[in-house]
């Protein structure tokens, strides 16, 4: 499993849980900040950014500090990061990072070729049971650093009340309190959405398109708009974007409908000869003369003659 640590990834005016520069997201990981050394118990927070964009990676963001500091938490202003400049965002992701005895937080990024591939194999491992287990892992990577967890708030996720009692389940002790609208009810949460959202912000900004080649100029506009699958600026950029044999960049989800249909209507069909056919071609010509009465189990089977059985 991939992880980013805080001593490796220290570049001056750079996001420390981003990929460094000229480094491609290819892969999901995690990253955490210092642990802190105050005694507990404590309480975390969590929330996301990034789940409905075709574009990008999914972040989501844990924050935790003693209980005992939560009143000074509250003066710090952290808010829902939606709510916040990206300016403002980033000086509360300093701040989040400026009392390392008391404040913590860690994220996990979800790389677009991980969402895809998960939501389109079968059985799918669709959106939600992705997120549930990003924040199952941030969980149990933080309590086993030896953080005392005795309250975890949660942005709601599908059922409220189903949610918490399997987080509950899974970590028995703590009180699990999970709601919409987290974010802007608990100052610890705000400070998860801040940490998710910029590092997603991070990773979409200096996005590195491997399909460019080694030191080629990048033929894809950086101008993507937002991600989101309604925004027209982001629909004209997929649109721009689409090659017709190879596709879209990583950077694309394929297993969000938006994709699907703009590869259907824009991309060329590919027929797959398998092994088989590819004998038949060479020995005959065609194939169609020696399939074209056999039966559909035989074909199925792959099966030319009785004397397979």
């Not at 997929?238 to 090659?243: A, D, F, G, K, Q």
């Not at 938006?258 to 005959?284: C, H, N, P, R, Y």
Request: aromatic residues 8%; contains cysteine.
């Amino acid at each position: 499993m991939s992880e980013i640590s805080a001593e490796s990834n220290e570049d001056l005016g750079r996001i420390p849980s981003a990929p460094g520069p000229f480094t491609p997201l290819r892969d999901s990981y995690t990253y955490h900040s210092p642990t802190p050394t105050t005694d507990g118990p404590y309480i975390l927070g969590v929330d996301e950014a990034g789940r409905g964009p075709v574009l990008g990676p999914l972040v989501y963001g844990v924050a935790y500090c003693p209980v005992a500091y939560t009143e000074k938490l509250d003066d710090l202003g952290f808010a829902d990061s939606k709510t916040l400049t990206a300016e403002t965002r980033s000086t509360l992701l300093n701040t989040l990072s400026a009392d390392p005895t008391n404040l913590a937080w860690s994220v996990r990024v979800i790389s677009p070729q991980a969402i895809s591939s998960g939501m389109l194999r079968r059985p799918p491992t669709n959106l939600n049971v992705q997120s549930q287990n990003a924040t199952v892992l941030l969980i149990q990577e933080v309590i086993n650093k030896g953080i005392e967890l005795t309250e975890v708030y949660v942005d709601a996720l599908g059922t409220t009340t189903t949610y918490q009692a399997y987080l509950s389940s899974r970590f028995p002790g703590i009180n699990f309190t999970v709601e919409s609208k987290a974010d802007d009810k608990f100052k610890i949460v705000g400070a998860a959405s801040v940490a998710a959202k910029v590092t997603r912000d991070a990773c979409i900004e200096k996005w590195v398109f491997e399909e460019n080649g080694n030191g080629s100029p990048s033929k894809w506009n950086t101008e993507m708009g937002s991600g989101y699958p309604s925004d027209p600026r982001t629909k004209a950029w997929l649109r721009e974007s689409i090659e017709p044999i190879f596709g879209l960049p990583r950077i694309a989800r394929f297993s969000w409908s938006t994709v699907k249909v703009l590869l259907e209507k824009e991309g060329k069909s590919v027929e797959w000869i398998d092994d088989g056919q590819a004998s038949l071609i060479q020995a005959f010509g065609s194939s169609k003369g020696r399939e074209k009465d056999r039966c559909a189990v035989a074909k199925d089977l792959g099966l030319k003659s009785v004397a397979m059985l």
